[in-house]
């Protein structure tokens, strides 16, 4: 039987990777979507097309981390600054998210009988957060073996990290050589409401670098 593996997907342009990576390695692939309360409404929207040009079962979760809030992304009144290269982690990182995100993922892949994990995280172009690490991964993984029923009989879950050591023009390269269309996609901390990418942000920067680092036009529509 087919393995089958639940992809934590945004609509943004590494999780539409790893989404690739995981069908080109064999999986069936089950998307998660979690809408957090952040700025960021319209990914669901392109996560939602996508994943239906795909043709792969997809659920979106509210999760409301806007509640407590703590980052630019989940609080309207802290502002997303332009990039700017520093060493600090920037107001962009959202507390618990990974952990609350890869939790939900852990639950709906136990129900489906998956026992394997796809996240997008980075540690090359991410703006260090503490969530991206490998080490947190591995954690992760001993936490979702203790924690299980499925674990306890002898399961292991394994979380696939397969964009975390390529930087962005490496990712963007494998996109391409399976076939993704990145004008699809959207990687922006402060789109507008139709989607388009404000070209300053962390993530635009990182995303503008990559396209032009592997020598592939970017096909983003920027406002």
């Excluded at 998660?32 to 079962?57: F, M, P, W």
């Excluded at 989940?74 to 997303?80: C, G, S």
């Excluded at 982690?89 to 939790?103: D, E, G, K």
């Amino acid at each position: 039987m087919q393995k089958k593996a639940v992809i934590l997907f945004s609509g943004g342009l590494d999780s539409t990777t790893c989404i690739a990576l995981a069908q080109e390695r064999g999986f069936e692939c089950f998307a998660l979507s979690l809408d957090y309360g952040g700025r960021q409404q319209v990914e669901l929207t392109k996560a939602k097309q996508l994943t239906q040009q795909l043709g792969i079962a997809h659920k979106i979760i509210p999760v409301g981390l806007n509640l407590i809030g703590g980052s630019a992304l989940t609080d309207n009144e802290i502002a997303v600054h332009d990039f700017k290269e520093s060493q600090a982690i920037p107001n962009t990182y959202v507390p618990a998210r990974n952990t609350v995100f890869l939790s939900i993922a852990l639950g709906w892949a136990e129900v489906l009988g998956a026992y394997d994990i796809f996240i997008g995280a980075n540690i090359l172009d991410y703006s260090g957060y503490p969530d991206c690490r490998p080490e947190y991964l591995e954690a992760f993984e001993k936490l979702a073996d203790l924690a299980t029923r499925a674990g306890m009989e002898g399961k292991h879950f394994k979380v696939h990290a397969p964009l975390l050591k390529l930087n962005k023009a490496e990712i963007i390269r494998e996109g391409i050589r399976l076939g993704i269309d990145y004008s699809q996609t959207m990687t922006c901390y402060r789109p507008d409401q139709d989607g388009k990418a404000c070209g300053n942000c962390d993530s635009c920067t990182f995303r503008k670098k990559g396209f032009e680092e592997a020598g592939i036009q970017d096909p983003t529509h920027y406002f």
